[in-house]
């Protein structure tokens, strides 16, 4: 199934043409109707000689009306370019014709109308002869011509077959499973509710499935489908579609937002943009212009950010990000326009690199050029690589979703990346199409490592008598969720890039190793520990005479035992304590603090210190005033 647009200057006959074509008159509005001028985009079908039926979005061709125009020709697959044999190419002919030219649509037929109005032959030619020299380099350029008249219904039949060859050129839209109806009209119908129509893509819709409309993220479900006034249970991608929905008012949708399937599509305010400058606009496109964006049915003004360059001229090409006022939805490859807000005109436009980019680029950035450039031009390797790069880590099917290839694409650009190792797995299990495996780019993840690894050098340079960092400390100079960063930390350990002991993360065999100076420095205090091994001295002691580092040191290497904020042991006494106290408690049952100080001929401060530890550290449980073991 698919849909013909109209296009061409004011006054050129393209509703007359259409009325003629399929028995419906596109102006639905009184005062189209009275004004006989089409305002808005209107709609009709026509059943073509292959037995096809498509559908036609009749758009305006004033200038005053040029945004209803783009409105209607996101999503068409044929052009029905109009030219009026009395005029010929006037201002919006042009305008129409680069509109079409920008957004690629790949196939059209030329209908050269109102042929009754001319007696001249030679006038005809010189007009097809302009027409072709202006379509020259378009889209357009190998289009047929058809000369007909709406009026006496001459050439009618010819124009049908002419569309229906074209039509047949065409590529069915793919069933990508995840359709998007980008509205172009909403309105009631009594004892209906809300009726929503555009052009299906991507995907089926079925009668009852939920749907979401997006941007707001008002969810509602689909009581019934129309596709050219005709009743059906499912409508296909490329088919124009009426939905009726159920749960959402009228007033709650809007020509530009888009109806989908819950959760596939995320809005975005921030796009990565091919772009290009008609040769024949006033001036040129600098930094920092705010101009109006045009996407599918939508329409926002825009913040332009040029990438590479401080302008660009007439006829250039470049790298944009554009910053939206309004969040749109939008897809790799979709197509846009770009307009001037005041005074109105047409651009340029180009293709959707980057759907979501995860933050404003640096303007002059090469590594951010070459990977747009291997996003648009790239080979799907190369696609799915960078959708894997911008992704950052993320399971292996949502960074298949991100490059917009469709399955058998994916399949292949999978193998290749799997073979030539360009691709970090952090879980087991085949890489395949639909794989939940958390996944990286190798590029990604050497500057990830690398940038652990870096911190941990960094740290062990910095506290050369520490042991190592705390693992919070590095996932906060990492900036990675928790989730996120235990896979990577797992993942260094795995590949022998970083080591770790408990919540210590060091590289790996890291040893400490003290001056001549530090070491008799320990020898001394261990000296004082060793004469009164059960009232040692305490931790402020300790760390006036060796300073915080060296004292720390002597904690991580676990020569002494913290077990209060005052009490400290040497290892060799703490364990000997441990060991006895566990053996009078299996022989006599109890101990208490009295009975502990005395036996180890120390202070209450001590023993009620080391007792209190071992409640702490599940050894003993106290019970009134003695302890037992756990």
């Known amino acids: 199934m698919h849909v013909i647009g109209t296009a061409g200057h004011v006054d050129h006959g393209k509703s007359t043409l259409v009325a003629a074509l399929t028995g419906i008159n596109p102006d639905r509005l009184k005062e189209e109707r009275e004004r006989e001028m089409t305002i808005d985009l209107g709609f009709a079908w026509v059943t073509l000689p292959d037995g096809e039926l498509a559908g036609i979005v009749d758009v305006p061709g004033h200038r005053d009306f040029i945004e209803n125009m783009l409105a209607g020709v996101g999503g068409i697959d044929a052009a029905l370019f109009v030219v009026a044999a009395d005029e010929g190419i006037m201002p919006q002919t042009r305008e129409h014709l680069a509109i079409l030219d920008i957004l690629q649509v790949g196939a059209g037929v030329i209908a050269l109308t109102k042929t009754d109005l001319v007696d ?21 350029a190998d289009a047929p011509l058809v000369r007909v ?8 039949q010819e124009l049908k077959y002419a569309l229906s060859r074209v039509l047949g050129t065409c590529p069915a839209r793919p069933n990508l499973g995840r359709p998007r109806l980008p509205v172009d009209r909403v309105f009631t119908i009594q004892g209906f509710g809300t009726v929503i129509t555009g052009t299906l893509v991507d995907g089926e819709l079925h009668s009852g499935d939920e749907i979401e ?12 489908l129309q596709t050219h006034k005709q009743k059906e249970e499912t409508a296909v991608p490329g088919s124009r579609t009426a939905v009726n929905i159920s749960g959402i008012s009228v007033g709650q949708v809007a020509r530009g937002d888009v109806a989908a399937f819950p959760g596939v599509y995320h809005p975005t305010q921030l796009l990565d943009v091919r772009f290009r400058l008609l040769a024949d606009v006033t001036g040129p496109v600098r930094h920092n212009q705010e101009l109006k964006l045009f996407l599918g049915t939508s329409e926002t003004l825009s913040r332009v950010r040029l990438l590479g360059a401080d302008e660009l001229k007439p006829g250039e090409e470049g790298w944009l990000q554009l910053e939206l006022e309004q969040p749109v939805v939008a897809v790799k490859g979709d197509h846009y326009i770009l307009r001037r807000p005041s005074p109105g005109e047409t651009l340029g436009g180009g293709e959707i690199v980057e759907p979501h980019p995860k933050s404003r680029h640096k303007r002059f950035s090469g590594e951010v050029l070459a990977r747009l450039e291997a996003l648009s031009f790239g080979s799907p390797s190369e696609m799915l690589l960078q959708a894997m790069v911008a992704s950052g880590a993320a399971p292996l099917r949502e960074a298949v979703e991100r490059s917009h290839l469709d399955q058998a694409n994916a399949k292949q650009a999978i193998q290749d990346l799997v073979l030539s190792d360009q691709v970090v797995a952090f879980e087991t299990g085949e890489l395949s199409f639909g794989s939940p495996i958390l996944v990286m780019a190798r590029q990604t993840w050497l500057q990830v490592s690398g940038q652990a690894v870096d911190e941990m050098t960094a740290y062990h340079q910095l506290y050369p008598l520490r042991r190592g960092m705390p693992r919070e400390q590095l996932k906060s100079r990492l900036k990675f969720a928790a989730s996120l960063f235990n896979v990577l930390v797992r993942k260094c350990v795995q590949d022998g890039l970083i080591a770790e002991s408990g919540a210590i993360l060091h590289m790996p065999g890291r040893e400490v190793f003290l001056s001549t100076r530090q070491q008799e420095q320990v020898n001394a205090l261990l000296t004082r520990f060793a004469t009164a091994p059960y009232s040692p001295p305490s931790i402020k002691e300790c760390q006036a005479e060796l300073g915080d580092d060296l004292y720390n040191a002597l904690i991580e290497n676990g020569q002494l035992v913290p077990v209060s904020d005052e009490v400290v042991f040497r290892r060799q006494d703490y364990e000997t304590l441990l060991a006895e106290v566990r053996q009078q408690l299996k022989t006599e049952g109890t101990l208490t603090v009295a009975q502990f100080r005395d036996r180890y001929n120390t202070s209450r401060r001590y023993a009620l210190a080391f007792l209190e530890h071992l409640d702490a550290v599940g050894v003993t449980i106290r019970q009134g005033d003695v302890r037992r073991l756990a």
């Open 149 to 156: 008249s709406a009026r006496t219904g001459a050439g009618l």
């Open 120 to 140: 001249d032959p030679e006038w005809l030619a010189m007009v097809e002869d302009e027409v072709h020299q202006a379509t020259r380099g378009t889209v357009l």
């Open 213 to 224: 409309i997006l941007p707001s993220g008002l969810r509602g479900r689909i009581r019934g």
